[in-house]
Structures are given as structure tokens and as C-alpha cells.
């Protein structure tokens, strides 16, 4: 068996099992291999050297050696020196682990989709959910911008919405 890392054209990345690189290479040609987040055939093999996995029971004779060090000298620096106090009017900025990239990922598709599949109604956003709400036109995806105060009765009249995530991206 052999693990590959792969991505979709959406870049999604994730892993599977195949039996060899030929059976990969079939399964692909045969639209199998999809990806689980979107579904889509276009897959590729991530650039990511592929794992072996062990089939046998016993233990092999020669162990695996431990993966080498990092090669790269800053890596082993022992401590970062201490980060100076963020001064006021500056935004925050965050290094983020890797699931927190991912989320970041999500929320981005979540709104790429939004704006993708919604009609931007901009202003009108108040009046055109609230008709849809009591059913004088039918219902859609939209999106469009809300002041606080209308944003606030429209919830009041049980009108169901969603900010759309804000990304630091769109502060740029
Ligand atoms: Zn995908």
C-alpha cells in the first residue's frame, strides 16, 4: 500500500490509499479518485514525497531510519526573543497554527461561495429579505450590506441572516 498526498483544483488537499502507483494511476484515469471536500475528478498527487506503509506483520529486519533533521540552521535556534509590545493603531496580526489556516481556508470558500452563488443586492438587502421573509417575492441566495440598525430589526422581525466572515485579506 501507498499513501499519497493529493489536491484537487480547488486546492484542497488530502490523502488515500492505493495499492500501488499504477493502481493510482488507473483509479485516476477512471474518474475513483475524487475529492472528499468538493468532489471534484481534477486531482493531482500533492508535491509531497509518499509514505510506505508497512503490510507485513513481523518487524522488518532494518528498522526505518528517523526522518533526518531539519536542515535548516534557524530551526534550531532555541528561543525567539520576546516580541515587543503591539503599539496602539497597528492591527493584530496572528501566526496561526494549521488548522487554523484550514478554518481560515473554510471560511474563505464559505464566502467565495456566497458571493459566488448570491445576487448582490447591496443596499437593498433589508428591503429584499424582508420580502422574501413575508413571501412577496420568491426565496434566494443574496447578499448585500445592512446597517446595524436595520441589521437589528430585521432580526426583530425573525428574519434569518448571516454576517459574511471578514477576512484580514480584505482589510488589505
Ligand atoms: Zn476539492
Same mark, same amino acid.
Given at each position: 500500500?501507498?499513501?499519497?498526498?493529493?489536491?484537487?483544483?480547488?486546492?484542497?488537499v488530502? @490523502? *488515500?490509499?492505493?495499492?500501488?502507483?499504477?493502481?493510482?494511476?488507473? #483509479?485516476? =484515469? &477512471? !474518474?475513483?479518485?475524487?475529492?472528499?471536500?468538493?468532489? *471534484?475528478?481534477?486531482?493531482?498527487?500533492?508535491?509531497m $514525497?509518499p509514505?510506505?506503509a508497512?503490510?507485513?506483520?513481523? &518487524? /522488518?529486519?532494518?528498522?526505518? /531510519?528517523p /526522518?533526518?533533521?531539519?536542515?535548516? %540552521? #534557524? $530551526?534550531?535556534?532555541? $528561543?525567539?526573543?520576546?516580541m515587543?509590545?503591539?503599539?496602539?493603531?497597528k *492591527?493584530?496580526?496572528?501566526?496561526?497554527? +494549521?488548522q487554523?489556516?484550514?478554518?481560515? #481556508?473554510?471560511? =474563505?470558500?464559505?464566502?467565495?461561495?456566497v458571493?459566488?452563488? $448570491?445576487?448582490?443586492?447591496?443596499? #437593498?438587502? /433589508?428591503? @429584499?429579505?424582508?420580502?422574501m421573509?413575508?413571501?412577496?417575492?420568491?426565496? &434566494?441566495?443574496?447578499? !448585500?450590506?445592512?446597517s446595524?440598525d436595520?441589521?437589528?430589526?430585521? +432580526?426583530?422581525?425573525?428574519?434569518?441572516?448571516?454576517?459574511?466572515?471578514?477576512l %484580514?485579506d480584505?482589510?488589505?
Amino acid at each position: 500500500m501507498i499513501r499519497y498526498a493529493l489536491n484537487c483544483t480547488d486546492g484542497h488537499v488530502f @490523502e *488515500s490509499w492505493f495499492q500501488n502507483s499504477a493502481a493510482f494511476d488507473k #483509479q485516476k =484515469k &477512471r !474518474g475513483l479518485v475524487t475529492c472528499p471536500i468538493c468532489g *471534484s475528478e481534477k486531482v493531482e498527487k500533492a508535491i509531497m $514525497a509518499p509514505k510506505l506503509a508497512r503490510t507485513d506483520i513481523e &518487524r /522488518p529486519p532494518a528498522p526505518m /531510519p528517523p /526522518p533526518p533533521a531539519p536542515s535548516n %540552521p #534557524q $530551526a534550531a535556534t532555541p $528561543a525567539m526573543p520576546p516580541m515587543p509590545p503591539v503599539p496602539a493603531g497597528k *492591527s493584530s496580526v496572528a501566526i496561526m497554527s +494549521h488548522q487554523e489556516r484550514e478554518l481560515r #481556508q473554510k471560511l =474563505k470558500e464559505l464566502r467565495d461561495h456566497v458571493t459566488k452563488n $448570491a445576487n448582490y443586492v447591496g443596499g #437593498q438587502f /433589508p428591503e @429584499e429579505a424582508r420580502k422574501m421573509h413575508y413571501g412577496e417575492i420568491e426565496h &434566494r441566495s443574496i447578499y !448585500g450590506e445592512a446597517s446595524p440598525d436595520e441589521a437589528k430589526a430585521l +432580526h426583530e422581525e425573525g428574519i434569518e441572516f448571516h454576517p459574511l466572515p471578514i477576512l %484580514p485579506d480584505d482589510q488589505n
